[in-house]
């Protein structure tokens, strides 16, 4: 028993009764912190489920779309070339109509199937070395058909000091074509110029820079988001996924990059997507 007459007694006493209240109180937060450990594992587990679940949808629902989709534009295309006979001006207005909404919604299906291989980690990425000047090439005839007339003019920059890339073409031309294609769409009139350069000793700046409506500040930084839009009169006109732009940040993240926009409302917008010159080669695999 301790002498309560003794001052260190009583000073053990009572650091003893502190120490005991102390561990007592470490107990239970560290009984706390695993409860909470154990809730987040479970929350984790259910978001990871709830991913899995929707990059099936999405991949399910992708494919079962493609085949009734590819036949209506089959048909369509058929039609339009009067194989069964000739057509009259509304017939072949309503047979237009349809192939457009039908090549929409083939569109959207291929920006979901896109999404969720990314999601779901299945993309493969197939770097290759490339000449600049040939994937210039590639995307003017590609848009050739669709600028000629057209009060927009499709520039493109000759490439200058830059060395051939080793990286995965195909998506760096499906960044560039969302670039240009968005571009076209929303500048009534002016020009659309795509232009690569040396940003510093291993990384490439690619731009597409249009004279078209802009975008406010305060919406830019949601562009890259899926199923973003930007709410103007030319958007309610000219539908979309609302994916495309969310697709290039993907691919552009595969690639080792980044993906940026600077615009101006009335003046103009500037796309661009920066990628190393030789994409490294564990990040392809790991791809």
């Known amino acids: 028993m301790t002498d309560s007459s003794d001052p260190d007694a009583q000073l053990i006493e009572r650091l003893q009764l502190e120490n005991e209240s102390l561990r007592v109180e470490l107990e239970e937060t560290n009984q706390g912190v695993l409860a909470l450990y154990a809730e987040l594992d479970s929350q984790a587990e259910a978001l990871r489920q709830a991913s899995d679940l929707k990059s099936r949808f ?7 779309f493609r ?7 089959s048909i369509a295309r058929l039609l339009s070339d009067e194989l069964d006979g000739p057509l009259n001006e509304e017939q072949h207005r309503q ?24 999601e779901a980690g299945r993309i493969s990425i197939s770097p290759a070395w ?10 003017r005839g590609m848009f050739r058909p669709i600028v000629e007339g057209d009060a927009v003019d499709l520039i493109f920059e000759e490439p200058e000091g830059i060395p051939r890339l080793y990286t995965d073409d195909k998506k760096l031309a499906q960044i560039l074509r969302n670039f240009i294609s968005n571009a076209l769409k929303f500048t009534p009139a002016g ?11 291993r990384e490439v700046r690619f731009a597409v820079a249009d004279t078209g409506i802009g975008i406010p500040a305060d919406l830019q930084a949601n562009l ?8 103007s009169p030319l958007q309610k006109r000219l539908r979309g996924t609302g994916l495309g732009l969310a697709l290039c940040k993907r691919f552009a993240e595969l690639l080792g990059g980044y993906v ?3 615009s101006v409302p009335g003046k103009g917008s500037v796309f661009y997507v920066v990628i190393p010159h030789a994409i490294d080669a564990g990040a392809a695999h790991d791809a």
Do not use: C, W
């Not at 659309?192 to 940003?199: C, G, K, P, W």
């Not at 890259?224 to 709410?231: K, L």
């Open 95 to 118: 047979i237009a109509f349809i192939r457009s909404a039908a090549g929409e919604l083939s569109d959207m299906v291929g920006d979901l199937l896109d999404l969720a291989k990314i």
């Open 191 to 201: 020009e659309v110029r795509v232009s690569a350069q040396m940003l510093n000793a």
């Open 130 to 139: 490339f000449d600049m000047l040939d994937l210039f090439s590639a995307l």
């Open 58 to 64: 999405l991949s399910y629902m992708s494919h079962e």
């Open 224 to 231: 890259f988001e899926d199923f973003s839009q930007v709410d």
């Open 260 to 262: 940026g926009v600077d």
């Open 67 to 73: 085949t009734p989709l590819g036949s209506i534009l």
